[in-house]
C-alpha cells in the first residue's frame, strides 16, 4: 500500500508565499514522475506542476504559474515539494499531490494521489 501526505497548506495574504511538501511511504519499488494538482471550487482539477524522476528532474508547469511556483523533489526522502511564491487570490484551491509508482520490480506502474491541502490567499 502507499500512502501520499501533503503539508504547507494555509491562509495567506497575496503577494505572500508558501511551500508544500508530499511524502509518499508504504510499498515502493521505484518513483516516477511526480506532481501538483489544484482544484478550485466549482472547477475541474487542473496540472500545476510535475517532475520527471532521475538526474535530469524535468519540469512542467501551467502558463498560470510559471515564475512564481517552483517544483522539485529529493529522491532519498521519497518526497515532492511546491514551493509557491507571489501567491494570488485565484491561486486559491485545494492542491493535490500525484505519484506514479511501482511497487515491484514486475509491478506495473500505479498513479496515486494525496488527499489535498487547502491554499487559501486573501487580497
Known amino acids: 500500500q502507499v500512502q501520499l501526505v501533503e503539508s504547507g497548506g494555509g491562509l495567506v495574504q497575496a503577494g505572500g508565499s508558501l511551500r508544500l511538501s508530499c511524502a509518499v511511504s508504504?510499498?515502493?519499488?521505484?518513483?516516477?514522475?511526480m506532481g501538483w494538482y489544484r482544484q478550485a471550487p466549482g472547477k475541474q482539477r487542473e496540472l500545476v506542476a510535475t517532475?520527471?524522476?532521475?538526474?535530469?528532474?524535468?519540469?512542467n508547469y501551467a502558463d498560470s504559474v510559471k515564475g512564481r511556483f517552483t517544483i522539485s523533489r529529493d529522491n532519498a526522502k521519497n518526497t515532492v515539494y511546491l514551493q509557491m511564491n507571489s501567491l494570488k487570490p485565484e491561486d486559491t484551491a485545494v492542491y493535490y499531490c500525484?505519484?506514479?509508482?511501482?511497487?515491484?520490480?514486475?509491478?506495473?506502474?500505479?498513479?496515486?494521489w494525496g488527499q489535498g491541502t487547502q491554499v487559501t490567499v486573501s487580497s
Open positions: 517532475i520527471t524522476s532521475g538526474s535530469g528532474h524535468i519540469t
Open positions: 500525484n505519484s506514479q509508482v511501482r511497487i515491484g520490480l514486475m509491478s506495473s506502474e500505479y498513479q496515486y
Open positions: 508504504g510499498t515502493i519499488f521505484s518513483i516516477n514522475a
